[in-house]
């Protein structure tokens, strides 16, 4: 029997790609994002921004009928900026996308489920609060997986955690467009660390994990009956997770040279 499958932030490079692998796995997909735009005549299609608490109500009207046996979240924003100067609107902003956007799949979609059905979020590597001049996304990532994994422990919904390294996307495009007010008017003090932050992502764009193989990894662990609450894709992803076995001293004194030396050799 064909299963129901909804996709949040189906508009991203990586949702698509997943939803190509998916379209052949007898789903019936249902996917939403803030444009609709029609991905294939198989998929249905739906507005929602996740911002908008209106949007799910209206959302959760037309799907009264429907069981899902998996729902996945790709709806995310990555917010830059040093701590220091961090702005509470910004702030705010990478939390009501990452934060309150995934509370409120849960609150408004999980009772939608079927049993034995499973909520996955994709989530990042940035999960680990290693990155600086990320901070704000580096946190709304941890929290989402604090959310997700305390949901599951209350509630016993079965919720996966994707956690990517760096995929070659658009996404970070996207990311320096979003910053970009930011990082023009960001303090003098940290100029040569927002010129690496804006090449380091233009090469992510170009030179990082493919996205058709990350798709593939997330559309194989969505058909999984049992999968495991963590998944790391790429190898930059399960590097970054070795940092948990360190001391923290370490870890930061790691990542205070890499960061130095990285930017010495931009220069």
């Not at 593939?216 to 894709?233: H, R």
Request: aromatic share 10%; charged share 25%; with cysteine.
């Amino acid at each position: 029997m064909d299963k129901n499958i909804l996709i949040i932030g189906s508009n991203s490079e990586l949702a698509q790609e997943t939803i190509k692998e998916l379209k052949n796995k007898n789903y019936n997909i249902y996917a939403t994002s803030r444009r609709a735009e029609l991905i294939d005549e198989k998929v249905h299609e739906f507005h929602l921004d996740v911002t908008k608490e209106i949007d799910f109500i209206h959302l959760k009207e037309k799907f009264h009928n429907v069981k899902f046996d998996t729902i996945i979240n790709f709806a995310g924003i990555a917010i830059a900026g040093a701590v220091e100067s961090l702005s509470e609107t910004e702030l705010k902003k990478q939390f009501e996308v990452n934060i309150f956007g995934l509370l409120r799949i849960i609150k408004y979609f999980s009772p939608y489920l079927q049993e034995n059905g499973k909520l996955i979020n994709i989530s990042s590597m940035a999960s680990y609060g290693i990155f600086p001049f990320l901070s704000p996304y580096c946190i709304s990532k941890a929290a989402g997986d604090i959310l997700l994994n305390l949901y599951s422990i209350e509630s016993n919904v079965k919720t996966v955690s994707i956690r990517p390294g760096a995929v070659a996307t658009k996404f970070w495009e996207s990311s320096i467009e979003l910053n970009k007010e930011v990082l023009e008017t960001s303090d003098k003090k940290f100029e040569a660390e927002r010129e690496f932050l804006v090449k380091n992502a233009e090469k992510n764009s170009l030179k990082s994990l493919n996205p058709i193989y990350a798709g593939k990894k997330i559309a194989e662990i969505a058909q999984l009956k049992n999968p495991k609450s963590v998944y790391n894709i790429g190898l930059d992803s399960k590097v970054v997770k070795l940092t948990r076995f360190l001391s923290q001293d370490l870890v930061n004194f790691i990542i205070k040279f890499v960061l130095k030396m990285r930017i010495s050799n931009k220069k």
